[in-house]
């Protein structure tokens, strides 16, 4: 299954995978901006994406910097938008 992500949450989905390490295959697609997944993987992508999400949550509710929270809350919305596409996706297989 190919997954049609934007630039910006490509760049995320990059950084996501290289700070946590392990994933090449996936990462190796994700910079390469051709992004082909099996079922396997597609359940891999969705649970780092739940992850980082809750993650992310958890640190905007924590943050005291309104400039830093603004920016957490839109990291928090773009992976809410990715893992919306994930979970198509899933859906659909």
Same mark, same amino acid.
């Given at each position: 299954? =190919?997954? #049609?992500?934007?630039?910006? $949450? @490509? +760049?995320? /989905?990059?950084? %996501? !995978?290289?700070s *946590?390490?392990?994933?090449d295959?996936?990462?190796?697609?994700?910079?390469?901006? =051709?992004? #082909?997944?099996?079922?396997? $993987? @597609? +359940?891999? /992508?969705?649970? %780092? !994406?739940?992850? *980082?999400?809750?993650?992310?949550?958890?640190?905007?509710?924590?943050?005291?910097?309104?400039?830093?929270?603004?920016?957490? $809350?839109?990291?928090y /919305?773009?992976?809410?938008?990715?893992?919306?596409?994930?979970?198509?996706?899933?859906?659909?297989l």
């Amino acid at each position: 299954m =190919q997954l #049609h992500f934007l630039p910006s $949450e @490509l +760049d995320l /989905l990059a950084d %996501i !995978l290289l700070s *946590q390490g392990g994933h090449d295959r996936l990462l190796d697609q994700v910079l390469t901006r =051709q992004i #082909h997944v099996d079922l396997d $993987e @597609l +359940d891999q /992508l969705q649970e %780092i !994406l739940i992850f *980082q999400k809750h993650m992310v949550g958890k640190e905007v509710v924590r943050c005291a910097d309104p400039a830093r929270k603004k920016l957490l $809350e839109a990291r928090y /919305l773009q992976l809410d938008s990715m893992l919306e596409k994930v979970s198509e996706a899933c859906a659909m297989l």
